[in-house]
């Protein structure tokens, strides 16, 4: 292959690890790419899998769901090394976020060149399929042609993991030092590939970042799979007994039968792409994979995780990052945990005690992120994981707050990336331009990659940082000055939980004025 070179570092891609999934391989499990002859030319990347148009707000935007073309021929991965040829580094393969929807490992926030080249990693993203195209349960069914056919764009990244384990000595990578690692839809792929017993062996640490419970603690049940597999046929016009039809449709038409229609006495006309992820089979998922308890399968495995302090601000309408009063903080707090002003203002007390400098919004919009599933995961990973007692789990919360338009967004979901990419000064629109960004990024990324080299975060940057027991919770907050702080706010997460147990039967959480496809940022 002849790739690039950026910065001192090397860049090999669209490199294909699969054959291309169409045709008669539609909806079927991946298969090794063809080999070549000759030199390969890999200075440009792959497509991205198709997938709907996801609007996002600008500080996000394309940095995250990535831009160019998109084909089925998508079956590609993307190399940055300090040097091919030589060297034996730590190899950290990202999985991109999008939830199981949107997204591409070719995102401009996941650009690696500075973790690679400051850090002497080799750094991995992948592009794999998503949506139906990766999730539609087929083998749910019953025909024996497609009794395969599930989870496949899981299987898609076990495929490029298996990649790396045989190819990646070539770029001067490490095959035995495998790192996975993801941040919100990516942390649910990390989480679900450590509960896959056909990936064991792939990798050898992973990092989750800002997930949430069902897509990523849990999969789907086969019987809801099976459901929303009929929804989509009927959708297209299709019964059980056409499904090789499925594998001659165009690309746009099975596209638009996922996103919003006219709704009918049987379909509610919603957007369906978001229902489409991994399935508890049986086989290729046996189980979910932290719920009751965190797979065995990937016990020996560090696990480092963690979340942003206000993970739910994209996904807000603005008014609702504006200045409120004390009447509204409690309208909010009361709407928000679906519980009486008394309550309300109890909670509100709370907060303020250990936040006296906060804002109305702020403690509204940190009770918000404090009641959501991506915080919920955090904790509850943090710890099943550490209850196995089989390798240390590391936890962290990231409360920095950036500048851009007027500091409304906080410490925004998906923040933390252009600091654990160590590349602030290509994402002023999401962080600024203030000097305290170089100082944090540096740590950051230094944790993150002394994690890949050694199973631990621990670095001279920072103060010494403890396994996450169920006793101690040792956690560290990134911000200006960070701290090894035991269980930060942990009157506040006791109370919520003790509320949330009297509301099992009510729904998921979801921000208050929170409208989809915005809010399905997973």
């Known amino acids: 292959m002849r790739g690039v070179s950026r910065g001192g570092v090397q860049v090999f891609k669209g490199i294909p690890y699969g054959a291309p999934p169409t045709g008669a391989r539609r909806f079927l499990p991946p298969v090794k790419a063809e080999p070549w002859t000759g030199i390969r030319d890999a200075s440009a990347f792959g497509p991205r899998a198709p997938q709907l148009v996801r609007p996002m ?180 016009g299709l019964t059980r007994n056409q499904l090789d039809r499925l594998q001659s449709l165009p690309v746009e038409t099975i596209l638009a039968a996922q996103d919003r229609v006219p709704a009918t006495a049987d379909d509610d006309g919603a957007l369906i792409a978001t229902r489409f992820y991994p399935v508890v089979d049986g086989r290729t998922l046996p189980a979910h994979p932290f719920d009751p308890v965190a797979p065995a399968v990937s016990a020996d495995v560090p696990l480092l995780v963690g979340a942003t302090e206000t993970e739910v601000t994209p996904y807000m309408t603005a008014d609702l990052l504006e200045p409120i009063d004390q009447a509204g903080l409690r309208r909010r707090v009361r709407e928000t945990l679906r519980v009486d002003d008394p309550t309300a203002e109890r909670v509100i007390a709370l907060y303020r005690s250990h936040r006296p400098a906060a804002s109305n919004t702020d403690l509204a919009i940190i009770i918000a992120t404090d009641n959501s599933v991506m915080r919920h995961s955090g904790h509850m990973t943090s710890e099943r994981k550490a209850a196995l007692g089989r390798a240390p789990v590391y936890a962290y919360y990231f409360q920095w707050y950036t500048p851009v338009r007027e500091g409304k967004l906080r410490s925004m979901h998906a923040l933390e990336l252009p600091f654990v990419f160590d590349h602030v000064d290509e994402a002023t629109y999401m962080v600024g331009t203030g000097q305290d960004r170089y100082a944090l990024a540096d740590r950051m990324s230094a944790a993150w990659a002394a994690f890949a080299r050694t199973g631990s975060p621990n670095h001279p940057g920072l103060p010494a940082w403890k396994p996450f027991t169920a006793s101690e919770r040792a956690t560290m907050v990134f911000d200006r000055e960070c701290r090894v702080v035991n269980d930060p706010y942990g009157e506040e997460r006791r109370a919520l939980a003790a509320i949330r147990e009297t509301q099992q039967d009510l729904p998921a959480f979801a921000p208050p004025g929170c409208s989809a496809p915005v809010c399905l940022n997973r």
């Open 57 to 236: 707000i600008p500080e996000l935007g394309d940095s995250l769901t990535g831009s160019g073309p998109t084909g089925e021929d998508c079956l590609h991965l993307n190399v940055w090394t300090p040097a091919a040829g030589s060297g034996r580094r730590p190899v950290m393969v990202w999985l991109h976020g999008g939830g199981y929807q949107t997204g591409a490992g070719t995102a401009s926030m996941y650009e690696g060149t500075a973790l690679a080249g400051t850090r002497d990693v080799v750094l991995v993203t992948v592009n794999h399929r998503l949506n139906a195209f990766g999730y539609l349960y087929v083998a749910g069914l019953g025909d024996s042609r497609f009794a395969e056919s599930s989870n496949v764009g899981m299987l898609d990244i076990v495929l490029a993991l298996e990649w790396v384990r045989d190819n990646i000595a070539a770029f001067g990578g490490d095959p035995g030092n495998v790192t996975v690692f993801g941040e919100s839809g990516g942390a649910a792929k990390t989480y679900m590939v450590m509960a896959m017993p056909r990936a064991k062996g792939l990798f050898h640490r992973a990092i989750a970042q800002s997930t949430l419970v069902d897509m990523a603690v849990r999969g789907m049940p086969a019987d809801d799979a099976v459901r929303n597999t009929e929804g989509l046929l009927t959708r297209l």
